[in-house]
């Protein structure tokens, strides 16, 4: 099995989600164009805290991760069928700009270009990237903002901000049901088991040397 650390931005640095309404459609669509099927034209908003609810589909890859940022998103997927990454991501892309475009009534390219990929292609890489992703939201925060140099004053502080920003996956590795639907956790819960307690000892001794060169920005 291989995996894919994938990121996209707004193009010229234009925000991709404005408010929770456009967070939750890309969420949305994350499990809506997960499918083998055409990406069907948007009907209803599903509850995907409940996937016993949800209709069955023949999924085209496992995201294993995920983090919406204002102008970007991180995903960390692999394949369940040869060509399943980049049919997910054109499918996932255009269908939010077309989202985006209708609601914000304008026209043009709404992503920078071909969204960014990158193999995971060593153990250190493997261990690091779910936690560089759901270590994102750390930016927003002045203290923790500088947390990619190991620099972090507080933190706990830190651990509450990622317990209460609800738009990326670190919840539900942490047993917090938010969308569970959306996200495949079992293959990284069964390496990091206590997942809430190894992201606060990470956050503890966190170096990123090995790989920096590998994280996508």
């Known amino acids: 099995m291989e995996f894919y650390h994938a990121l996209n931005r707004g193009v010229e640095g234009r925000k991709l989600f404005l408010d929770d309404r456009d967070r ?16 069907p034209e948007f009907s ?51 269908g939010y700009a077309n ?10 390219s709404l992503f920078q270009g071909r969204t960014k990929k990158i193999l995971i292609a060593s153990d250190a890489h493997f261990l ?5 992703i759901h270590l994102n939201p750390l930016d927003f925060l002045r203290a923790t903002r500088d947390w990619r140099a190991g620099r972090i004053v507080g933190r706990g502080r830190a651990i509450e ?32 088991k206590n997942y809430e307690k190894v992201i606060r000892s990470y956050l503890q001794d966190m170096e990123f040397d090995d790989v920096r060169p590998l994280l996508l920005e």
């Open 24 to 39: 939750f459609r890309f969420v949305h669509d994350l499990w809506e164009f997960n499918d083998s099927a055409p990406a």
């Open 44 to 94: 209803r908003y599903r509850d995907l805290r409940n996937p016993d609810t949800l209709p069955a589909r023949e999924r085209i890859v496992d995201i294993h991760g995920w983090c919406l940022m204002s102008n970007h998103y991180h995903l960390l997927l692999s394949e369940c069928r040869e060509g399943g990454l980049s049919y997910f991501l054109r499918k996932l892309n255009v």
């Open 99 to 108: 989202y985006f475009n209708e609601r914000y009534e304008r026209q043009g």
């Open 128 to 132: 690091h990237i779910l936690h560089y």
């Open 161 to 192: 901000h990622l317990q209460k920003y609800r738009w990326s996956s670190y919840l539900d590795y942490c047993s917090r049901k938010n969308f569970p639907s959306v996200v495949t956790t079992e293959l990284f819960v069964d390496v990091f």
